[in-house]
């Protein structure tokens, strides 16, 4: 009897253990943050330490690339000011986990980041409407801003940016070529292709290579993606205000034939892209490839070991784009906390006024961003966004971020991420079906399931 | 005097349980009771964040029960489960059995065969996918690309973490089984498998009830490395663009449901959730009851 009242203990002792699997999804969240407030100890210690009466700032970034910059701005602001600044950078691909887990803390971020209609839908409600704040006066354009269907202004741009093709001319030229020749899809594809078949004699590839794992996979789910949603943008004659139901698919064809020259001319064989592994901004810095899929915010990395380093359009042979230019826009937007309190968010719209128009604050947010639309900012030294002034310059129609309105972005790119590898891995006509049925009928789907009740 | 001081300790134990239970109590029920009743409660609502959840009754449970992703991540698990459950179980036993044969170096093997136990699920994910893609790698294919490689890849894992653990767990259970027994059965002629099969087996069903309690409920509660052996991939890309994440198990699919979609999904996956539990604690103790049938008792 003993015994059984023992086992009987046990077996409930380990029932108990199953609880945690269930309780799983509502404290995951706390699982993924762990990762990504390894960089913010500092600023957390300084929370603690500064008076509490004052109001503080907690900003949630998105950009892992930016963290080091903004600590060190935090840490100065917090010695100039005393209104302490705490900064937490999600880790790559996990912010609107790790958002959603912060938001219901009692300390939630006071900034966090809402950069595209989906993220307006999803958080509208849980922001300020940041019209005639001191923030919205400084800016210069509002061109960068997000409003929700009423109208109100959820998030305002803090930077702009662009992405395209960085090239390195130096090997172009190197391999017998010029800059000159590359002024649409053909010129694009013979250089790269001539490069790639002299790889083993240049000692250089022709494009880094592009893997499919998450640090890397947005740059083709998501920016290569855009020439797609552009043109069809552009074909429709106005710019897209809202997410569209379904695409028509019409420029498959052209995101095939640069995402098939990609892939095909570059350092690392198709079959091996699927679960990462390569750098391809060291294959690009270390003079391995002269073309690297990537946008501004490389420039800062790159441009000291390749000065010379150039940034093109998305050459996918469409009619006309000779006068394509490079894709400039924004998912950097601030958003201000509805529901902290509101010395939190006075001192939060100070502290983004202070980034924004302090000289030497602003001058290390743009050296790392790339453009900020505000009045009193530091001009940009950024090369890639000279690049894109001078095709905007020269005529050409600038690609905006049509991209940012893909629905359930996540889901989304994860189907087409596992489409795209199973076409890397045997590029057959069955196998782009798939990747168009998760490019296009994805969307629609995606669609119906981001508006459904 | 004898006799009072040994009521002492038992008394003040029940005086003072509090203070030692105490910790350990509220440590449970904050981080496991409350919020798995909270956990319940939002499973019938529709809510973004926790402190803003409005009532709607069962509806999250319809949709979780028509989610296609849901109903196949159930079928995936269960094959998984069992599959790992006898792998596991029956590697775990031979290597038990070997191991207290009086080999020389048995503890160093034991050490050995439980390290894989300490080390985390998501690195240990990692680290296989690179070790699988390696080989798979000459033969121009990757773990992401086939459902079946990433079923056995998992599979694979799972043996190599767990084995040693229910090593572990059968050495304990196979040293308690009397000798006197065993030398009684090999006086009266029982051959080598019969001592094994009638005597040390049914003398251990203990072990193998924790055991493949434990195989089972792992093996259904999967997540880490799940997620980062092949994150779900590949996918099945159906004519409307949807997906159908081939190796995704339960927890992953709750997991992508509560992060991945819309607003009202976070109430959905919360009902997936609370399915998931009434299912595994159901096997579990359906399982329990089955085995505590064939233990004997000595």
Known sequence: ?453 | MNKTRSKTPKESIKKHFLLFMGPVLAAFIIGFVWPFIQGIYLSFCKFRLIKDAEFIGFSNYGKAFSDASFRYSFDYTAVFAVVSLVLINVLAFTVAYILTQNIKGSNLFRTVFFMPNLIGGIVLGYIWAMIFDGILSRYSTSILLETKYGFWGLIILMIWQQVGYMMIIYIAGLQAVPDDMIEAASIDGASRSQILFRITIPNVMPSITICSFLGLTNGFKLFDQNLALTGGQPFIIQSDGSAIKTTEMMALNIFNTFYGSNKSATGVAQAKAVLFFILVAGLGLLQLAYTRKREVQQ
Request: with cysteine; hydrophobic share 35%; proline share 2%.
């Open chain 1, 1 to 453: 009897m003993k015994k059984k009242l023992l086992s009987v203990f046990l077996c409930a002792a380990m029932t108990m253990s199953l609880f945690a699997g269930c309780g799983g999804s509502g404290s995951a969240a706390t699982g993924t943050d762990a990762g990504s407030t390894d960089a913010s100890g500092d600023a957390e210690a300084v929370t603690e330490t500064a008076a509490s009466g004052e109001g503080s700032v907690y900003w949630l970034n998105f950009k892992p690339e930016l963290d080091e910059t903004i600590q060190e701005l935090g840490k100065k602001y917090t010695e100039t000011t005393g209104v302490p600044v705490k900064i937490v950078t999600a880790a790559s691909g996990t912010y609107s986990q790790t958002l959603q887990s912060e938001m219901d803390k009692s300390e939630a971020p006071t900034l966090f980041v809402v950069g595209n209609a989906a993220g307006v839908k999803d958080w509208a409600d849980y922001a300020i409407d940041l019209t005639g704040t001191k923030i919205a006066d400084e800016l210069s354009t509002d061109a960068y801003n997000l409003y929700d269907e009423t109208g109100k202004l959820v998030s305002i741009g803090y930077c702009y940016e662009c992405y395209g093709i960085i090239v390195n001319p130096d090997l172009i030229e190197k391999a017998g070529h010029s800059m000159d020749e590359i002024k649409n899809f053909e010129g694009l594809k013979t250089v790269a292709e001539d490069i790639h078949k002299n790889a083993d004699t240049l000692g250089f590839d022709a494009f880094s290579s592009s893997d499919m794992d998450d640090s890397s996979s947005w740059r083709f789910t998501g920016h290569l993606a855009n020439l797609e949603y552009f043109y069809e943008e552009k074909e429709s004659g106005a710019k897209w205000e809202e997410c569209p139901a379904s695409l028509t698919g019409k420029y498959m064809e052209n995101y095939k034939n640069l995402y098939d020259l990609i892939i095909n001319n570059s350092l690392t064989d198709p079959k091996d892209l699927a679960n990462g592994g390569h750098d391809a901004e060291a294959e690009f810095k270390e003079g391995k490839a002269a073309f690297f899929v990537n946008g501004s915010w490389e420039y800062a990395a790159v441009s000291g070991d390749v000065p010379n380093a150039t940034m093109i359009p998305y050459y996918c042979g469409v009619a006309g784009e000779e006068k394509a230019g490079l894709n400039c826009g924004t998912e950097n937007c601030w958003a201000v906390n509805a529901n902290a309190s509101e010395a939190d968010q006075q001192a939060t719209i100070d502290f983004m006024v202070w980034l924004v128009s302090d000289p030497d604050a602003s001058k290390a947010m743009v050296e790392q961003l790339g453009i900020m639309p505000y009045k009193n900012a530091a001009e940009s030294s950024n090369g890639f966004l000279n690049d894109a002034a001078k095709y905007t310059a020269d005529g050409c129609y600038v690609m905006d971020w049509a991209t940012n309105y893909q629905p359930n972005v996540d889901d989304y790119r994860a189907a087409l991420v596992a489409a795209l590898n199973q076409y890397n891995a045997d590029q057959s006509d069955a196998n782009w079906d798939l990747v168009k049925a998760a490019f296009v009928d994805g969307w629609a789907t995606q669609y119906g399931l981001a508006n459904a009740d």
